[in-house]
């Protein structure tokens, strides 16, 4: 059946309702519905209204999934060629192309997010399945000599079966980075969607028996973190965690998996800085500081939070930066506004919270520092995009990861400070460095403790660049033919001839 995104925008605007969301779990193939048969809510942002219901699994149902997991890894899956596995990925990309409209409604609908973001998201979703497509027969072991007597070489063999808990900032490409590599390796998946967004997980993995995955390969349990996501990463059956989301759960989680010694890999937050030196272009500075602070409402493990400012352009960089944050206009994802509103009426409080203890410590705010709505229907979650002046670096703005629009401006004299500044937060993430000095930038590039730098252009780079963090923003990386690695056991086999 085709989909119409035009006439479902239309529809869903004027009813508040749409027809034909998945709602049950998806196990062994197909679509099954929880064991307790309860079902939670998941609401839109847009609106703060519920659209649409879900099923609440349990540990009895992640119990089934991973044994269909366990039986999925063994079974016909173990037995395709690297080269059918590429196939299979690639046949998967061409269906997310082909369901762009529907997944991108969906995401858009579930997250708040703009439509054109989400539209992005799926198209880099279809080039993470590509990519790692084309990784499945090329990810080779070595051969080590030790001489005329010995023959030794290395196999890289799939971890097992995966769990990959996945937040509601990103849900379909955080769950498309982590899935596709792992199939690449030949694992099996459990996954276990945000309870705010749990929607496009279960269509991909749709598309993924649709591409000819044999059932129990991909699993996916909806439900609570509580309920769902700490009984999957509890369980004795799976050998690796994939965990992006915040501190305190990834430690929960690091701590569950402890008791099992499973692998895990976890992608926690930031509070990167966006470096500008006293040289840089002030319009591409000010531009990339808009884009990485206010895409998805500031709701992005990497996004630039700080901005580290050159004393001699502090001003005239905060004029341009502050005219393109007041031209910022709220409304609706499926509107395709400026921009979303914050994912749930808790995110919302947290970075209100956060805003009004700053107000209360007398940081200066520029612009924005209020909750705020859709102007169109008075609804919603919104929050005004912000921007907190010359705040000092132990501060709890600076601190704190807010995880929405909120801007903290830091200023610097020299590169000693800036480098000071840049690695004063428990977190490693990401850093931009904005000159035209390039050993400038690459000797910050090593200055900096962080996963990532990007230089001249905040979030340079795709799915092909390894992506990970450092100190309490997590260990392990993604993307690139790294995280191949992060899904295979490296096995080293020696013998006398
Ligand atoms: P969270 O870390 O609690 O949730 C992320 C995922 O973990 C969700 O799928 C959730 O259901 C699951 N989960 C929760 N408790 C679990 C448990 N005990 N065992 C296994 N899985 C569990 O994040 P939350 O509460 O939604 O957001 C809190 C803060 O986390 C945000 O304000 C933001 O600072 C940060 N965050 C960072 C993200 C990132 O991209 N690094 C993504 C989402 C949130
Ligand atoms: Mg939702």
Redesign the pocket.
């Known amino acids: 059946m085709g989909f119409d995104l035009a006439s479902s925008i239309q529809a869903y605007l004027a009813t508040g309702k749409v027809e034909r969301l998945p709602n049950a779990l998806f196990m062994d193939g197909e679509s099954v519905a929880a064991e307790s048969r309860q079902s939670m809510p998941t609401w839109d942002p847009g609106t703060g209204r519920i659209f649409s219901e879900f099923a609440a699994g349990q540990t009895e149902d992640v119990d089934r999934a991973v044994v269909s997991s366990q039986k999925a890894l063994k079974g016909e899956w173990s037995r395709f060629t690297p080269s059918q596995r590429g196939k299979l990925l690639r046949n998967v990309a061409e269906l997310i192309r082909k369901n762009s409209d529907r997944l991108s409604f969906t995401e858009a609908l579930d997250s708040g997010k703009r439509l054109d973001e989400a539209m992005g998201d799926v198209a880099g979703a279809a080039n993470c399945f590509d990519y790692y497509a084309g990784a499945c027969d090329k990810y080779q072991g070595i051969s080590i000599p030790l001489g005329p007597d010995y023959v030794a070489y290395t196999l890289n063999e799939p971890l097992g079966v995966t769990a990959h808990?996945?937040?509601?900032?990103?849900p379909l490409s955080?769950a498309a980075r982590g899935i596709a590599p792992a199939l690449a390796a030949g694992c099996t998946v459990v996954a276990?969607?945000?309870?705010?967004t749990p929607l496009t997980a279960l269509m991909l993995a749709e598309l993924c028996m649709e591409a000819g995955l044999p059932k129990g390969v991909f699993n996916v349990i909806t439900g609570?973190?509580?309920a769902?996501?700490?009984a999957?990463?509890k369980h004795p059956g799976i050998h690796h965690i994939t965990?992006?989301?915040?501190?305190?759960?990834?430690i929960?989680?690091m701590r569950?998996a402890a008791s099992n010694i499973t692998h895990v890999l976890l992608?926690?937050?930031?509070k990167s800085p966006i470096v500008a030196l006293a040289d840089c272009d002030l319009e591409l500075t000010a531009d990339n500081v808009i884009a990485g602070i206010f895409e998805n409402a500031g709701?992005?493990?990497s996004a630039g939070s700080r901005l580290l400012v050159h004393d001699s352009i502090h001003d005239a960089l905060i004029e341009k930066v502050l005219k393109k944050t007041k031209a910022i206009q709220l409304g609706h994802g499926l509107k395709n506004s400026g921009m979303g509103p914050v994912n749930?009426e808790?995110?919302l409080k947290?970075v209100s919270g956060h805003v009004e203890s700053a107000k209360s410590r007398g940081i200066e705010v520029l612009c924005g520092g209020r909750i705020s709505n859709d102007p169109d229907t008075g609804l919603g979650w919104f929050y005004e995009p912000t921007l907190l002046d010359r705040v000092p670096l132990l501060d709890a703005a600076v601190q704190q990861?807010?995880?929405g629009p909120v801007l903290c401006i830091q200023t610097f004299a020299d590169m000693e400070e800036a480098v000071h500044l840049a690695n004063g937060t428990q977190f490693g993430l990401v850093a931009g460095v904005f000159t035209k000095d390039l050993s400038a930038a690459h000797r910050l590039a090593q200055q900096i403790d962080a996963g990532q730098v990007y230089v001249n252009e905040y979030f340079a780079g795709g799915i092909a660049v390894p992506f990970g963090g450092n100190k309490h923003s997590g260990f392990g990386r993604e993307k690139g033919l790294e995280a191949v690695g992060s899904y295979c056991k490296t096995k080293s086999v020696v013998a006398r001839i």
């Open positions: 808990i996945i937040p509601w900032n990103y955080t276990k969607p945000a309870e705010q609570t973190g509580q769902a996501g700490a999957l990463v965990f992006t989301g915040s501190v305190t759960t990834g929960d989680v569950e992608e926690l937050g930031g709701q992005i493990c749930s808790l995110q947290r990861e807010i995880f």
